[in-house]
T-cell receptor, first 112, second 116 residues
Framework: SQQGEEDPQALSIQEGENATMNCSYK?????LQWYRQNSGRGLVHLIL?????REKHSGRLRVTLDTSKKSSSLLITASRAADTASYFC????????????FGKGTKLTVNP | GAVVSQHPSRVICKSGTSVKIECRSL??????MFWYRQFPKKSLMLMAT?????????EQGVEKDKFLINHASLTLSTLTVTSAHPEDSSFYIC????????????FGPGTRLTVL
């Protein structure tokens, strides 16, 4: 299985602080994606980083990818209470597989 | 991003009944749709992949006679939970993507199924 593993499982911070979540996976990938899920809701796509990319930015989000370590990190800067959600990484297998394999997720709580 | 809807958002049914969940891509043609199941405080587990006009491909351990999937058009896929039992209670989420395998999957808002 190439299921991703997020770390930490839960993270609680104060508004304005930065939040860093990590994801590790097991096999070679084409790309890695990060999603956000508010409680009881569907998933919102945040950012996709390809295997030949090392870093990507989108607004307050910064994603890094280290294929040699099979790991990725998601940094949310200047966090807001509205960022409170679960964050999942998802990978697809190299070789053209369209299946996404999701990690266990990090539950982020941003306290106002 | 693209919009994917699911209906119903919440359903409660009696044990033994069948429940149909719809997944629609509202502003793009979805060649492929995916059905996931999510248990409380857990990650998403892929159940099956459906391509328009062909039979769905089920993941190992998922009963295809239990979870019937139909992808009759480029904008609609349905998941029918047949003869539902309490252990089928879960959050079911679909996703849809366009023609290219590398296209982003867009997720629906999910359907909460409770079987009494």
């Amino acid at each position: 299985s190439q299921q991703g593993e997020e770390d930490p499982q839960a993270l609680s911070i104060q508004e304005g602080e930065n939040a860093t979540m990590n994801c590790s996976y097991k096999t070679s990938i084409n790309n890695l994606q990060w999603y956000r899920q508010n409680s009881g809701r569907g998933l919102v796509h945040l950012i996709l980083i390809r295997s030949n990319e090392r870093e990507k930015h989108s607004g307050r989000l910064r994603v890094t990818l280290d294929t040699s370590k099979k790991s990725s990190s998601l940094l949310i800067t200047a966090s807001r209470a509205a960022d409170t959600a679960s964050y999942f990484c998802a990978t697809d297998a190299q070789g053209g597989s369209e299946k996404l394999v999701f990690g266990k997720g990090t539950k982020l709580t941003v306290n106002p | 991003g693209a919009v994917v809807s699911q209906h119903p958002s919440r359903v409660i049914c009696k044990s033994g009944t069948s429940v149909k969940i719809e997944c629609r891509s509202l502003d793009f043609q979805a060649t492929t749709m995916f059905w996931y199941r999510q248990f409380p405080k857990k990650s998403l587990m892929l159940m099956a992949t459906s391509n328009e006009g062909s039979k769905a491909t089920y993941e190992q351990g998922v009963e295809k006679d239990k979870f019937l999937i139909n992808h009759a058009s480029l904008t609609l896929s349905t998941l029918t939970v047949t003869s539902a039992h309490p252990e089928d209670s879960s959050f079911y989420i679909c996703s849809a993507r366009g023609y290219r395998v590398t296209d982003t999957q867009y997720f629906g808002p999910g359907t909460r199924l409770t079987v009494l």
